[in-house]
């Protein structure tokens, strides 16, 4: 399998296993069109028409609203194996900005290359699936933002990461890569950085988990899910609904 497609596939087959043909037709739409963007560099920016979305490849990309004062408010994580909701197409251009926070591999798939994949009813079904739990994700990281302490906030964050590198193969059960800052945290979890640090100082005091040189490293993973009140559930990793083809 080329290695293009193969980590949205193993992340779709959480769903459905895919006919080999589906896989391969996948991979080679993903293949097509590959891009590089270096940190901090735009794939697309808010009030760009919509003509393009993308498969990440390789490394951590962003979405985000800056507020008028400056303020940044990251919204989602697209990581390796993440492709964007294929019905974006529909809403002409972007309502917010995507952004590399490290560089970046991606796919670049066209409306028409879009169309062609959902002719095939288990890839629609699958990438329907895919939409799906995105918005679930959003909605956890709501409840994040407006509920939870900052030490489960960011418990909740690490452990979220954690389950989705797992399965496309990008994390062991130590602990993974993070290439993001303190500041990039800070963003997502609508707290300052300093407080990210001193929260992070706490985990490691507390023996949970240690954030160190864009690597995190568990000590304690059921510990720091018990404490960060995480539950996997909604990011459909392991559906029942997963039978073969």
């Known amino acids: 399998m080329n290695m293009v497609g193969d980590r949205l596939i193993r992340k779709l087959e959480c769903r459905a296993l895919l006919p080999m043909e589906d896989k391969w037709v996948l991979s080679a739409a993903a293949a097509a069109s590959v891009f590089r963007f270096g940190a901090h560099e735009y794939l697309l920016k808010q ?7 993308f498969l990440i490849i390789e490394g951590f990309a962003a979405r985000y609203r800056l507020l008028p004062d400056g303020r940044r408010q990251i919204t989602a994580f697209m990581l390796p194996g993440d492709i964007c909701d294929v019905r974006s197409f529909a809403l002409g251009q972007m309502d917010h900005s995507i952004i ?7 796919s670049v798939l066209t409306a028409d290359a879009v169309e062609r994949l959902q002719l095939r009813p288990r890839l629609a079904t699958t ?15 709501l409840v994040n933002v407006g509920h939870r302490t900052s030490f489960e906030r960011l418990g909740h964050l690490l452990c979220e990461l954690f389950e989705r590198l797992r399965v496309v193969g990008l994390a062991q059960d130590e602990g ?8 990039d945290i800070a963003d997502t979890l609508a707290i300052s950085p300093v407080h990210v640090n001193r929260t992070l100082m706490e985990m490691r ?14 000590h304690d993973y059921a510990a720091l899910s018990r404490a960060a009140g ?3 559930a909604y990011l459909h990793l392991h559906s029942p609904n ?3 083809v």
């Open 47 to 53: 009030g760009a028409p919509i003509d393009r979305i």
């Open 176 to 183: 993974y890569k993070l290439p993001l800052t303190q500041s």
């Open 230 to 232: 995480f539950d996997p």
């Open 127 to 141: 990438l329907a699936w895919s939409a799906l739990v995105q918005q679930s994700i959003a909605r956890e990281w």
């Open 242 to 244: 997963t039978v073969p």
């Open 100 to 106: 590399a926070l490290s560089p970046v591999e991606a």
């Open 205 to 218: 005091r507390s023996e949970l988990v240690t954030f160190q040189s864009r690597h995190v490293v568990f």
